[in-house]
């Protein structure tokens, strides 16, 4: 199955069960939601969410639950989030060996490389896979910025293929379609700019608040791509207040509530990480509930 790197990609919450197990029961009941709404593919491991909070053997589990439950319609893709050049070509190889049809990728972790090393770290991991691979590029939250002449270099590679783009600075979306036009596909990365990234010519949305709000979500994008822009707008600015849940340090949490009152979802979260508590869990509860109250009534957006 190739990628298209288009479309709505849920970036995927981690389900446990109160006895902090896998929930791989929950993790269906929203991979099924997920799927009828249809989006385009399902991110596993996110870096800003509990992949660090994971063994080993659960990434491999979740990674091969993941592919039987969705059945090849969408492909899965794996986050690669390491330390070193060789842990990450092992965590790519893990991935296709278990079934993974794409990777997530960010640069290294903690260490904060310079533009060759940095460079240098995506092609040696390029170079040992077969799987196309999309550049998580966040400056804002890990340090590392990966520039247009980087990517110069990268896309020598053909299996570097798209970018994650959460610069927060909307123009470089123009900037990466004058200068890679469709050589590089660009994904926002960023829920409260998903929309502008979309007019601005972004093929795609990785997307959080989806894990609670799958419909919504992917109505917003074809909408935006069928050129019906007042509707997506409409739904947009409703869901705005919920996509800025995901821009705070307690993302997984907020997300994690919303799936919660969706029914697609449970609050369980894995340490150091805890359910939020007092004023701040009123807070977000009372946003999600006015959400909820103004739902919109969705337009036939599947047959667009």
Same mark, same amino acid.
């Given at each position: 199955?190739?990628?298209?790197?288009?479309? #709505? +990609?849920? =970036?995927?919450?981690?389900?446990?069960?109160?006895?902090?197990? @896998?929930?791989?029961?929950?993790?269906?009941?929203? +991979?099924?939601?997920?799927?009828?709404?249809?989006?385009?593919?399902?991110?596993?491991?996110? !870096? @800003?969410?509990?992949?660090?909070?994971?063994?080993?053997?659960?990434?491999?589990?979740?990674?091969?639950?993941?592919?039987?439950?969705?059945?090849?319609?969408? &492909?899965?893709?794996?986050?690669?989030?390491?330390?070193?050049?060789?842990?990450?070509?092992?965590?790519?190889?893990?991935?296709?060996?278990?079934?993974?049809?794409?990777?997530?990728?960010?640069?290294? +972790?903690?260490?904060?490389?310079?533009?060759?090393?940095?460079? !240098?770290?995506?092609?040696? #991991?390029?170079?040992?896979?077969?799987?196309?691979?999309?550049?998580?590029?966040?400056?804002?939250?890990?340090?590392?910025?990966? !520039?247009?002449?980087?990517?110069?270099?990268?896309?020598?590679?053909?299996?570097?293929?798209?970018?994650?783009?959460?610069? *927060?600075?909307?123009?470089?979306?123009?900037?990466?379609?004058?200068?890679?036009?469709? $050589? %590089?596909?660009?994904?926002?990365?960023?829920?409260?700019?998903?929309?502008?990234? %979309?007019?601005?010519?972004?093929?795609?949305?990785?997307?959080?608040?989806?894990?609670?709000?799958?419909?919504? !979500?992917?109505?917003?994008?074809? @909408?935006?791509?069928?050129? *019906?822009?007042?509707? =997506?707008?409409?739904?947009?600015?409703?869901? @705005?207040?919920?996509?800025?849940?995901?821009?705070?340090?307690?993302?997984?949490?907020?997300?994690?509530?919303?799936?919660?009152?969706?029914?697609?979802?449970?609050?369980?979260?894995?340490?150091? *990480?805890?359910? %939020?508590?007092?004023?701040?869990?009123?807070?977000?509860?009372?946003?999600?509930?006015?959400?909820? $109250?103004?739902?919109?009534?969705? &337009?036939?957006?599947?047959?667009?």
């Amino acid at each position: 199955m190739s990628i298209q790197w288009n479309g #709505v +990609m849920p =970036a995927v919450t981690t389900k446990f069960t109160a006895d902090d197990k @896998l929930d791989f029961n929950m993790f269906e009941v929203n +991979m099924k939601a997920q799927l009828n709404a249809g989006v385009s593919g399902i991110i596993l491991g996110g !870096t @800003l969410g509990e992949a660090s909070t994971l063994l080993e053997e659960e990434k491999r589990e979740l990674v091969k639950h993941t592919v039987s439950l969705t059945e090849n319609k969408v &492909p899965v893709i794996m986050n690669i989030a390491e330390q070193s050049t060789k842990n990450a070509i092992l965590a790519a190889n893990k991935a296709e060996q278990d079934g993974a049809k794409g990777l997530m990728m960010l640069p290294p +972790m903690r260490y904060k490389a310079s533009d060759f090393e940095t460079v !240098t770290f995506y092609s040696e #991991v390029a170079k040992n896979t077969s799987l196309p691979i999309m550049v998580y590029n966040n400056p804002v939250d890990y340090k590392i910025e990966v !520039t247009l002449d980087m990517f110069e270099e990268l896309l020598k590679y053909d299996n570097i293929q798209a970018v994650k783009e959460s610069t *927060r600075d909307i123009s470089n979306v123009t900037r990466m379609i004058n200068r890679f036009g469709d $050589r %590089l596909k660009i994904l926002s990365g960023v829920d409260t700019l998903a929309l502008e990234s %979309l007019f601005m010519g972004s093929d795609g949305w990785v997307s959080g608040l989806v894990c609670a709000f799958p419909e919504e !979500t992917v109505a917003i994008y074809k @909408l935006a791509k069928a050129g *019906r822009f007042d509707e =997506a707008l409409k739904i947009y600015r409703w869901f @705005l207040p919920l996509l800025e849940l995901d821009i705070n340090a307690f993302l997984v949490q907020n997300i994690k509530l919303a799936e919660v009152a969706t029914g697609i979802g449970s609050e369980y979260v894995r340490a150091p *990480r805890l359910p %939020l508590q007092g004023a701040e869990r009123e807070r977000v509860l009372a946003i999600i509930a006015e959400g909820l $109250r103004t739902r919109p009534t969705l &337009p036939d957006y599947k047959n667009l």
